[in-house]
């Protein structure tokens, strides 16, 4: 087999990059959503992908917990099928230099453009108490992430529209200041399953910190909790198991049928057909059990993985130098077109 960095030495392929935070484990929004997309594409493109525990201490986070759920993640990784050597798997401190492009180019971000995310806006609007810089400044890391690797194309979920624009903004900004320099990165986002929505509130978006319990599916859930939430997922009054795309008083049953097809491989004319006259009962057990399917395999993957933290390490370890190894040029190429001094 190919290795990736002899695939990236040919330099044929286009080049994917994404990332994800180590807080919790992964729900099914964020496989859906991003990581599942990550494994498809590793066919046809040169893929990096990182767990970004420089973005998740921008909220406080548990030391020993941080760092073990980094190596779940990592290893999470792999179960899902991302393979280390097709792909460039690493942890984004283990490259520093993420960090070391971020300061260059919060110099070339502006205070109003981070002032108008809204992701930065929705917390301090909730009045979270720990507003720090980090916060402020985190898309101007995940600028640094992308572009550092030159990457063409930036799988995620919807959420993370408005980042991927900044950087786009950042990247054609530094290359006009001096000369092309940076790939302008498209995001890739796949409608159909580009915002899971939550099992208890289908008007909001799936999230990690949900505080309802029954609101995520996660990966590494039991079987018959992943069952249990899905008999447990709110819907309307209605019967019958139809997709109504513009309709918000469906968003539970659309929701549900988007989850279905997605992990099922089936259309919607086919699951519409498949429980005609069926009844939402019956349907939500049978989303349950299709999730409960998928995760299976990743589970059981999971666990041997976890068994073997030599084999894990030392896929970090080499990710980590790969990932080096690829953004050493684009720093350079940045320090000396800002003008630093170089000694050699
Ligand atoms: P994070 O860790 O919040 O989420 C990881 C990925 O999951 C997607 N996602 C969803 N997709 C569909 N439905 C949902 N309900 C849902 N919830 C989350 C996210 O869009 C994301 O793709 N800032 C990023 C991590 C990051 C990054 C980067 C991503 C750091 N640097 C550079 C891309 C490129 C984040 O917090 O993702």
Redesign the pocket.
Known sequence: MVSIMENIAENKRKRV?????P?NT??L??Y????KNWVDMQNDYDCVC?I?DL?AITVRQEPAKLRAQTRETYALLMAMGIDPDRSVLFV?SHNHKHAELAWVLSCFTQFGELSRMTQFKDKSSKGEENMNLGLFA?PT??AA??LIYNADL???????KQ??ELSRNIAVRFNNAYSPTFTVPEPHIVKA?????SLSEPTK????SDENPNASVFVLDERDVIIKKFKRAVTDSGTEIVYREDDEGKAGINNLMGIYCAVTGSSIADTEAEFAGRGYGDFKASVGEAVADTFAPIQSEFKRLMGDKAHVDACMKSGAERAIALSAKTLAKVYRKVGFYGIG
């Open positions: 990059l994404s990332g994800i935070q807080t992964p729900h929004g964020n859906l959503g991003a990581t990182f970004a973005h984004q985190y890391l995940q992430d992308i930036v799988p995620v979920g919807a959420d993370q980042h991927l399953t580009a915002k899971i929505m978006k799936m999230s990690k």
